[in-house]
């Protein structure tokens, strides 16, 4: 069938015009290629080609509140492999491992793995800087120095639980370092370089730089004075008692502040894997929860004293050694019990029964709001991870027993942050504050403050007045009572002992206790409160005013001193029993004559310098209180003579 001249030029001009819309498209797509896409394909052509050498950001440091550092950085670089880039695998993974001293077999199989770039872990991360030039000097394609660091802890041990530890990858794993690793870590930065799909580096491309932002430096609310008084203390401990373990928290009471706080056992962040998970994974103070024994009844002689049901030194209270509450009978801790007392004596003889009674006044459902009010029960909100709420009868199981108990510590659960919390806002003025340990955040280059914590007051439990007369009744306890064993010499200290029957299995352990005491000073106005527990020491009578109190009663002192806080005399004076160290007060013996000293100072050591014949000048000053048998030194001069 022949095709008419009409229809073929139909057909060409149809053929004409998909040509042409074909053309088009494809004049279109590669205008728009060559002039709206080429930023994009620029970019994905050179990703393509791009290789990158980390560089870590450094952790932010970790301050005390006086600047002392407590967490830095060591400069520890890392082996890193550019797999494209490696000539020879087999050779290069022998000179590694013969440097690294790792097996060649595993480098082999790193370094011929089809990733951009990959570590050799872990006998490449984070090595020393003379190893690291060694890798250098083999001078092997492929294989690059990065910059990392190795978390350093200057002050070892201290503060361990508390500050955590960071892993191979400078993050936080525990601790502080984990609560505040964003904040920390920072962000990494890189050196990229650009090569073929043969590993070969293209000189026409500049390398790119994009540089590593270091993490915010963190000041603590932690003294590290105050942390080593803590520390020395519970090593001295640990030899002398060996205990199962042992406690002790440090806090400024006015506004939460923790200046201390330790756990035995403890462990070097630096070598966290040479213990069990058990021991850096349980920061005791925030995690442990246990009855807290007498500590706790500050709590109801607070409530009770807020209620106005007691006067504490016109109410008295007869104890026979016992009460009987539901049938049952609930004994004091003295054998035969303190016989007739004021309610002060019940405070500072930590008189069982006197408490229980103290608990019937209040009644359950007034003493479950105080203590709820106190903060038990929930968590304190410290900036800790693993913090336990600890556990109170609910109401409705609470009978007239559960109360009794409930009101000498008996029966409930807390754990050690929340009781100096509680106790904090008994003795503060009745204001409850959130602990908490990050004071501020400062930037690393400028040294300039980025954000400031500031103390968080949840409520306000009791009255200035009430506080008052609970500052007064614990000073008695240390000065007459229980916790005699905390006085110190020139300072008005307050406190309650503790002494807790270990739970398990829902029975108690037979001589297994938590010896606890809850000290603070000055007592007229509180700068700082100590809590330590002692659990299950060996080899001496088990009493928180024989273990706990002498062990509070010296972290108290000496972090006094170091806060300066002035020595006063105008507090209650210690009453002397058979066997305590008998204290004698220093005379003044300035103008006196060399002849007369040999005269009525029996108590004393006298030991002079000098080749007058008159005092004028002696250590230590007149006033001063010092065991008896103490030694004096006197500088002998002319009458006119003025001691420098």
Same mark, same amino acid.
């Given at each position: 069938m022949r095709v008419s001249n009409v229809t073929v030029r139909k057909r060409l001009v149809f053929i004409l015009v998909i040509g042409m819309i074909i053309y088009g498209v494809f004049a279109v797509r590669l205008g728009y290629v060559q002039f709206f896409m080429n930023g994009w394909l620029t970019k994905?052509?050179?990703?393509?080609?791009?290789?990158?050498?980390?560089?870590?950001?450094?952790?932010?440091?970790?301050?005390?509140?006086?600047?002392?550092?407590?967490?830095?950085?060591?400069?520890?670089?890392?082996?890193?492999?550019?797999?494209?880039?490696?000539?020879?695998?087999?050779?290069?993974?022998?000179?590694?491992?013969?440097?690294?001293?790792?097996?060649?077999?595993?480098?082999?199989?790193?370094?011929?793995?089809?990733?951009?770039?990959?570590?050799?872990?872990?006998?490449?991360?984070?090595?020393?800087?003379?190893?690291?030039?060694?890798?250098?000097?083999?001078?092997?394609?492929?294989?690059?120095?990065?910059?990392?660091?190795?978390?350093?802890?200057?002050?070892?041990?201290?503060?361990?639980?508390?500050?955590?530890?960071?892993?191979?990858?400078?993050?936080?794993?525990?601790?502080?370092?984990?609560?505040?690793?964003?904040?920390?870590?920072?962000?990494?930065?890189?050196?990229?370089?650009?090569?073929?799909?043969?590993?070969?580096?293209?000189?026409?491309?500049?390398?790119?730089?994009?540089?590593?932002?270091?993490?915010?430096?963190?000041?603590?609310?932690?003294?590290?004075?105050?942390?080593?008084?803590?520390?020395?203390?519970?090593?001295?401990?640990?030899?002398?008692?060996?205990?199962?373990?042992?406690?002790?928290?440090?806090?400024?009471?006015?506004?939460?502040?923790?200046?201390?706080?330790?756990?035995?056992?403890?462990?070097?962040?630096?070598?966290?894997?040479?213990?069990?998970?058990?021991?850096?994974?349980?920061?005791?103070?925030?995690?442990?929860?246990?009855?807290?024994?007498?500590?706790?009844?500050?709590?109801?002689?607070?409530?009770?004293?807020?209620?106005?049901?007691?006067?504490?030194?016109?109410?008295?209270?007869? =104890? *026979?050694?016992?009460?009987? !509450?539901?049938?049952?009978?609930?004994?004091?801790? @003295? &054998?035969?019990?303190?016989?007739? #007392? $004021?309610?002060?004596?019940?405070?500072?003889?930590?008189?069982?029964?006197?408490?229980?009674?103290?608990?019937?006044?209040?009644?359950?459902?007034?003493?479950?709001?105080?203590?709820?009010?106190?903060?038990?029960?929930?968590?304190?909100?410290?900036?800790?991870?693993?913090?336990?709420?600890?556990?109170?009868?609910?109401?409705?199981?609470?009978?007239?027993?559960?109360?009794?108990?409930?009101?000498?510590?008996?029966?409930?659960?807390?754990?050690?942050?929340?009781?100096?919390?509680?106790?904090?806002?008994?003795?503060?003025?009745?204001?409850?504050?959130?602990?908490?340990?990050?004071?501020?955040?400062? =930037? *690393?280059?400028?040294?300039? !403050?980025?954000?400031?914590?500031?103390?968080?007051? @949840? &409520?306000?439990?009791?009255?200035? #007045? $009430?506080?008052?007369?609970?500052?007064?009744?614990?000073?008695?306890?240390?000065?007459?009572?229980?916790?005699?064993?905390?006085?110190?010499?020139?300072?008005?200290?307050?406190?309650?002992?503790?002494?807790?029957?270990?739970?398990?299995?829902?029975?108690?352990?037979?001589?297994?206790?938590?010896?606890?005491?809850?000290?603070?000073?000055?007592?007229?106005?509180?700068?700082?409160?100590?809590?330590?527990?002692?659990?299950?020491?060996?080899?001496?009578?088990?009493?928180?005013?024989?273990?706990?109190?002498?062990?509070?009663?010296?972290?108290?002192?000496?972090?006094?001193?170091?806060?300066?806080?002035?020595?006063?005399?105008?507090?209650?004076?210690?009453?002397?029993?058979?066997?305590?160290?008998?204290?004698?007060?220093?005379?003044?013996?300035?103008?006196?004559?060399?002849?007369?000293?040999?005269?009525?100072?029996?108590?004393?050591?006298?030991?002079?310098?000098?080749?007058?014949?008159?005092?004028?000048?002696?250590?230590?000053?007149?006033?001063?209180?010092?065991?008896?048998?103490?030694?004096?030194?006197?500088?002998?001069?002319?009458?006119?003579?003025?001691?420098?």
């Amino acid at each position: 069938m022949r095709v008419s001249n009409v229809t073929v030029r139909k057909r060409l001009v149809f053929i004409l015009v998909i040509g042409m819309i074909i053309y088009g498209v494809f004049a279109v797509r590669l205008g728009y290629v060559q002039f709206f896409m080429n930023g994009w394909l620029t970019k994905q052509a050179l990703d393509s080609w791009s290789r990158q050498i980390p560089y870590e950001a450094e952790r932010g440091d970790i301050l005390d509140r006086n600047g002392e550092i407590l967490a830095t950085n060591v400069s520890r670089p890392s082996v890193l492999v550019v797999p494209k880039q490696v000539r020879d695998p087999a050779k290069t993974a022998e000179k590694l491992a013969k440097v690294l001293d790792a097996d060649k077999e595993k480098i082999y199989k790193d370094i011929t793995k089809r990733v951009s770039t990959v570590y050799i872990k872990p006998e490449g991360r984070k090595i020393s800087n003379e190893k690291a030039e060694e890798v250098r000097k083999l001078h092997l394609p492929g294989v690059f120095i990065a910059e990392d660091y190795k978390r350093h802890y200057p002050h070892g041990s201290h503060l361990s639980h508390v500050l955590g530890f960071a892993g191979i990858d400078n993050q936080g794993l525990i601790g502080l370092e984990a609560y505040y690793d964003n904040l920390l870590k920072g962000e990494r930065g890189h050196v990229a370089f650009f090569s073929d799909a043969q590993g070969n580096r293209m000189s026409q491309l500049k390398d790119q730089y994009i540089p590593p932002k270091d993490g915010l430096n963190l000041v603590l609310t932690i003294d590290e004075r105050i942390q080593s008084i803590i520390e020395r203390e519970l090593d001295i401990a640990e030899q002398k008692y060996h205990p199962d373990n042992a406690i002790a928290i440090a806090m400024n009471p006015n506004t939460g502040e923790i200046l201390g706080m330790s756990t035995r056992p403890n462990f070097n962040p630096e070598n966290y894997q040479s213990v069990s998970p058990e021991v850096y994974n349980h920061n005791l103070p925030i995690w442990r929860t246990y009855e807290p024994g007498s500590t706790f009844k500050v709590i109801t002689l607070a409530a009770a004293l807020q209620e106005n049901l007691v006067d504490l030194q016109n109410d008295t209270f007869n =104890d *026979p050694g016992y009460i009987t !509450v539901a049938g049952t009978d609930l004994h004091c801790w @003295k &054998r035969g019990g303190h016989g007739h #007392e $004021t309610y002060l004596e019940v405070v500072e003889n930590s008189c069982n029964p006197g408490f229980v009674k103290l608990g019937e006044m209040l009644g359950k459902d007034r003493l479950l709001s105080y203590i709820t009010k106190f903060g038990f029960g929930q968590k304190t909100g410290i900036d800790l991870q693993g913090e336990a709420k600890g556990i109170l009868f609910k109401p409705d199981k609470m009978g007239p027993l559960e109360a009794a108990t409930t009101a000498f510590g008996q029966g409930v659960s807390v754990t050690p942050i929340q009781q100096i919390a509680a106790v904090s806002a008994a003795i503060n003025g009745g204001y409850l504050y959130t602990p908490y340990l990050a004071k501020e955040w400062i =930037d *690393p280059d400028t040294g300039e !403050v980025v954000s400031q914590n500031v103390p968080q007051l @949840k &409520r306000r439990v009791i009255s200035e #007045e $009430t506080s008052k007369k609970v500052r007064y009744a614990l000073e008695s306890v240390v000065a007459n009572g229980t916790g005699r064993n905390a006085f110190v010499e020139g300072y008005r200290v307050g406190g309650k002992t503790g002494t807790a029957q270990k739970v398990q299995n829902g029975r108690y352990l037979e001589n297994n206790y938590i010896l606890s005491f809850m000290g603070f000073a000055p007592a007229d106005d509180p700068q700082i409160i100590v809590y330590v527990a002692i659990d299950n020491p060996k080899g001496i009578v088990q009493f928180g005013g024989t273990v706990a109190a002498p062990i509070a009663g010296k972290i108290i002192g000496d972090s006094l001193q170091v806060l300066g806080v002035q020595k006063r005399t105008n507090g209650l004076e210690k009453e002397y029993r058979w066997g305590d160290e008998v204290m004698v007060t220093v005379p003044d013996l300035i103008g006196q004559n060399k002849k007369s000293l040999s005269q009525g100072y029996y108590d004393l050591k006298i030991e002079a310098e000098g080749t007058g014949d008159t005092v004028i000048k002696q250590q230590p000053e007149p006033g001063v209180k010092v065991k008896s048998g103490s030694k004096i030194r006197i500088y002998l001069g002319d009458k006119n003579d003025k001691g420098d």
